[in-house]
């Protein structure tokens, strides 16, 4: 099977959903483990990088999972992963509970790219890190270099679907509401904190 090929705008285009991501997360309480290096190193050299004063944002490291490619996990998968996996965007700032380790993830439909924060450069990864230009492939197959990734995008997954969850009867009345006044339920105040609780990642 023949490879994908891309080039650098791949990585400025990853980089630019991380710097947003960046942003939103300077304005997040409390303090977390990815502080310091989404300061004093991540901003500046992104910001550097997609204005085209720099040829690699710095120390930081983009990795690309091609989410159709996957075939079979070792891990539990949630119910409704698939569909997440191949349908949904989403981004998040992520830390282990011991906070040894960090990182923000961008998920788009069939594509997950990854930034590690904490340590900045992880040895583990194989076949995902995107380097200027180059090719995806799945000779050889993708090794991810985060442990519990996976649990996280599960525990994720059952997330959002608590959220959207509900009787027959729920789903009807809240459908209901949206068609009789859809510009009522975009103003709410219910649907703006749950946008903001899906990009802070509360």
């Given at each position: 099977m023949g490879g994908c090929e891309y080039g650098p705008w791949l990585s400025r285009f990853a980089i630019g959903l991380f710097l947003r991501?960046?942003?939103?997360?300077?304005?997040r309480d409390p303090p977390t483990r990815g502080d310091r290096a989404i300061k004093k190193w991540a901003l500046p050299a992104w910001r550097t990088f997609l204005l085209g004063s720099s040829e690699w944002p710095g120390e930081f490291e983009v990795h690309l999972l091609p989410l159709g490619l996957i075939e079979r996990s070792t891990d539990r998968l949630a119910e409704n992963m698939p569909f997440y996996l191949t349908r949904?965007?989403?981004?998040?700032?992520?830390?282990?509970e011991s906070r040894q380790r960090a990182f923000f993830m961008a998920l788009l439909p069939r594509l997950l790219f990854v930034c590690p924060l904490v340590p900045r450069r992880d040895e583990g990864w194989v076949g995902t890190r995107i380097r200027g230009s180059g090719t995806f492939t799945r000779r050889g197959g993708f090794t991810v270099?985060?442990?519990g990734l996976m649990e996280y995008l599960n525990e994720r997954v059952e997330q959002i679907s608590q959220l959207t969850a509900g009787d027959e009867r729920t789903r009807e009345l809240r459908s209901a509401r949206f068609l009789r006044d859809?510009?009522?339920?975009?103003?709410?105040?219910?649907?703006?904190?749950?946008?903001?609780?899906?990009?802070?990642?509360r």
């Open positions: 991501l960046a942003v939103i997360h300077e304005y949904s965007a989403d981004m998040n700032y992520v830390e282990s270099g985060i442990p859809p510009e009522r339920v975009l103003r709410s105040d219910s649907l703006k904190a749950a946008r903001v609780k899906f990009r802070l990642g």
